[in-house]
């Protein structure tokens, strides 16, 4: 059973940093697509950015673009999301997940175009 770890998340305020990482216990997955989701309570979860097996390519959300950053480290079987710049909009759950097919980022913004997920992480940003 593959399981993800999410960590880093905690309170700041507004204008701070966080940095979320994920850690993935199967190797396999560093040929699949990986991606940040957020959930706030009462709302559906929504993409956050994705990142691809290689790390070349990366995709973000209009929301955060600018000042979130996405990557992996498919050696320590790791995923990161630099946060910058926090809002209070940004508070929410942050999950990590694997995407469904290899060497493939398509549905890379859909909940749909992932398979395995993490329990989450909650950050909380202060006005």
């Known amino acids: 059973q593959v399981q993800l770890a999410e960590s880093g998340g905690g309170l700041v305020q507004a204008g701070g940093s966080l940095r979320l990482s994920c850690a993935i216990s199967?190797?396999?997955?560093?040929?699949?697509?990986l991606g940040w989701f957020r959930q706030e309570p009462g709302k559906e979860r929504e993409f956050v950015a994705a990142?691809?097996?290689?790390?070349?390519?990366?995709a973000y959300a209009e929301c955060v673009k600018g000042r979130f950053t996405i990557s992996r480290n498919n050696a320590k079987n790791t995923l990161s999301l630099q946060m910058n710049s926090l809002k209070p909009e940004d508070t929410a759950i942050y999950y990590c997940?694997?995407?469904?097919?290899?060497?493939?980022?398509?549905?890379?913004?859909?909940?749909?175009?992932?398979?395995?997920w993490g329990q989450g992480t909650q950050v909380t940003v202060s006005s």
């Open positions: 990142i691809s097996w290689s790390g070349d390519t990366t």
């Open positions: 997940a694997t995407g469904r097919a290899r060497y493939s980022m398509a549905n890379y913004g859909r909940i749909e175009g992932y398979g395995y």
């Open positions: 199967e190797a396999a997955f560093s040929i699949y697509t």
